[in-house]
């Protein structure tokens, strides 16, 4: 054998042993949706180290703008087994976990800091889950005064 081709032989067992391990590092990481990337830029290889470029239009701008602002819907089957599993974690918790008003306080924090994106779907399983767990446990939704924390279903019951 050559000493060329003894060189390129180890060099490709030697790149085999990366991709092996690279494999197994791909395995173990936990799967996370994966963003497209794109470039409005586009290179076209027209020969040996030559390139001819191309951009993109300002159609092509926003559309790769709006792919990543989309909420991803999930079937009712699926809320409610998300659901389901939130309450039978949650009915551990005390009455006082859960005496609070649930959507004024998203509605706090939504003015203060926002929501991203992807705690959305997460944030409203919690909302149905915590409404669900105070009509069974109160028979009734919590909604109190932002200014003095009273209950307003109590303080302004009508009663014929």
């Known amino acids: 054998m050559t ?7 180890y060099e490709l067992l030697e ?14 990481k936990p799967s996370t949706p994966k963003m497209k ?13 030559k390139y001819k470029y191309d951009i993109g239009s300002y159609e092509d701008f926003e559309r790769m703008m709006d792919e990543g602002n989309e909420i991803e819907k999930h079937s ?8 389901i599993e939130n309450i039978r974690d ?15 306080f998203i509605k706090m ?7 991203r ?17 105070q009509l069974s446990r109160f028979g009734e939704l919590k909604y109190y005064d932002d200014v003095d924390g009273e209950d307003l279903r109590k303080k302004y019951r ?3």
């Open 3 to 9: 000493e060329d081709f003894k060189k390129s032989i």
């Open 15 to 28: 790149q085999s042993k990366l991709e092996k391990e690279l494999n197994k590092v791909k395995k173990s």
């Open 37 to 49: 990337t794109q470039s409005l830029i586009r290179a076209k290889r027209i020969g040996r180290n």
């Open 76 to 83: 009712i089957k699926q809320i409610l087994k998300d659901v």
């Open 90 to 104: 949650g009915v551990r918790m005390d009455d006082d976990y859960y005496d609070y008003d649930r959507n004024g």
């Open 109 to 115: 924090l939504n003015k203060m800091d926002g929501e």
């Open 117 to 133: 994106l992807e705690l959305v779907y997460p944030t409203d399983i919690q909302t149905i889950t915590t409404l669900i767990i």
């Open 158 to 160: 009508i009663e014929e």
